[in-house]
């Protein structure tokens, strides 16, 4: 029965699921782990390298650097980690409401620093939705890892120095 509704990113199964953004979850679980923790002192992103494909290789695109220094032009300052975090997932969440396009299989660890709070790490999923973490998995076995469960024990004033003994 959902073979009528995943042909399509813009359609509804009677449950109310997207067929394709559940696809494109599910992609992510083929993914190297990556693991984000945040201390008071910076934030520590651990990554696992699987490029297995010669398509895959890094590629600069420049039309990003663009939305970053129109900011900067305007304000005379960096633009807060949030303010972008929250326009790239404007766009993720953008490729699930038009037909044509599909869901961006990626899952994306965030990190910064801005004056107004300090060091910062954000998640997003091919839906755009997105969230602020004290520490994070994403990829392949990420449930396994359960960092978040791992560290509910830990103080606030928790150092990057400290996240090697996990």
Not at 92 to 107: D, E, I, L, M
Not at 131 to 158: H, M, P, Y
Request: aromatic share 14%; charged share 20%; with cysteine.
């Amino acid at each position: 029965m959902s073979r009528r509704y995943d042909s399509r990113t813009t359609i509804f199964s009677p449950e109310g699921r997207l067929y394709q953004v559940e696809y494109a979850m599910e992609a992510i679980g083929h993914a190297g782990t990556c693991l984000g923790i945040l201390a008071n002192d910076g934030v520590l992103l651990a990554a696992e390298r699987r490029n297995i494909h010669k398509l895959l290789d890094e590629v600069f695109f420049s039309e990003k650097i663009y939305k970053l220094n129109e900011y900067l032009l305007q304000y005379q300052e960096p633009i807060p980690c949030e303010q972008l975090v929250t326009a790239l997932c404007d766009i993720k969440q953008a490729y699930t409401q038009f037909g044509g396009k599909r869901p961006f299989g990626v899952s994306l660890l965030y990190i910064g620093w801005d004056k107004h709070y300090g060091f910062q790490l954000y998640q997003s999923d091919p839906s755009g939705n997105y969230g602020g973490w004290k520490a994070t998995c994403i990829g392949n076995n990420s449930s396994c890892v359960n960092v978040e469960t791992r560290l509910q024990r830990r103080r606030d004033d928790f150092e990057v120095s400290t996240c090697f003994s996990y």
